[in-house]
């Protein structure tokens, strides 16, 4: 399975984007689609996943970002509002099976997209 995430660009702060991780063959409902970021000179970090309807969000985004997932498309979309400079980063998408209480744990995750630089500058 490839997944291919796409959407990022510059932003002013205060502004959206949607950023679009597309995979290559069907996930089934069993999959946690999650979303990781890195900054510069940063380790990368959980963002926010999705399984079966059921989201997690970490809390520096909470409230301004939202996961969604379209099974039929085999996509999954992090909208993301309120834009500010400390969401500057490349954002991977990926996708993994394990139990619901570790999905905030990269190891976990066996498939993994290029990723997509948000930049988030006035």
């Known amino acids: 399975v490839q997944l291919q995430a796409s959407g990022g660009g510059l932003v002013q702060p205060g502004g959206s984007l949607r950023l679009s991780c597309a995979a290559s063959a069907f996930l089934s409902r069993s999959y946690t689609i999650g979303w990781f970021r890195q900054a510069p000179g940063n380790e990368r970090e959980f963002v926010a996943c999705?399984?079966?309807?059921?989201?997690k969000y970490t809390d520096a985004v909470r409230g301004r970002f939202t996961i969604s997932r379209d099974t039929a498309k085999n996509t999954v979309y992090l909208q993301m509002n309120s834009l500010k400079p400390e969401d500057t980063a490349a954002y991977y998408c990926?996708?993994?099976?394990?139990?619901?209480?570790?999905?905030?744990?990269?190891?976990?995750?066996?498939?993994w997209g290029q990723g997509t630089l948000v930049t988030v500058s006035s």
């Open positions: 999705v399984r079966s309807g059921n989201t």
């Open positions: 990926a996708a993994t099976t394990v139990v619901w209480g570790r999905v905030t744990e990269e190891e976990h995750y066996r498939y």
